[in-house]
């Protein structure tokens, strides 16, 4: 009881020095936006970027025409898993793309069950070259936040008009109130030694088919 006591009147000071610090009216400042909203890069440097950037994260990139995507979409499955392999799908992804025995997610599967799964496969919503940044959103083949989160190989479908120069320019495309996903290549991160660590936070493995006209 003295130990929440003493939080609390920690707490109280801090605000206290706070209102006397801003007083009765704060003021505003006005944030400069100066920053670049619109990107100058044609349509083929554009998803070169985007590619470059994919590749220095240590994602993997396979480029294809639309009348395409399915055999190269099924041929980079089959190159990632082992014989009866299992394949997790999100509920609406186009047509064809889906390996026949996939299981297409129906939100009940938990974290232990979708661990199980070795590959997870989605579309996206959007893209932003200069960040080599994927965006899900939960819409249409994209599915709940869990399922690219948790098996261990990413599979994901951007199409060439999802893609975007800059961040600005990304944001202006999505939802802020729906769940967002940014996927900038596979999950990483460092200890206080520099070692770097993968798949840790999600997917060790990103595989991108990018689809252009």
Known sequence: MVEADTMSDARA????????????TPST?????????????????LLDLLEDR???????????????????IGSVVGGLISTGGLVLVPPLLPEGWAPADATVD?????????DRFDLVLTACVAAAAETGTIVLDGGAGQGRR????VPDRHVCVVRADQVVQT???LLARLDPRLPLTFVSGPSATSDIELQR??????PRTLVVVLVVD
């Open 29 to 45: 400042v006005e944030i400069p936006r100066g920053y670049r909203r619109r990107g100058e890069l044609r349509t083929e440097e």
């Open 54 to 72: 994919l590749v220095d994260y240590k994602a993997t990139v396979h480029r294809c025409a639309p009348e395409d995507s399915s055999p190269v």
């Open 167 to 169: 961040v600005p320019e």
């Open 197 to 202: 660590v993968e798949g840790v936070h999600g």
């Open 106 to 114: 129906d939100g009940a599967l938990t974290p232990t069950e979708l």
């Open 146 to 149: 869990a399922i690219t989160l």
């Open 13 to 24: 000071e801090i605000l206290a020095r706070i209102r006397s610090a801003v007083g009765p």
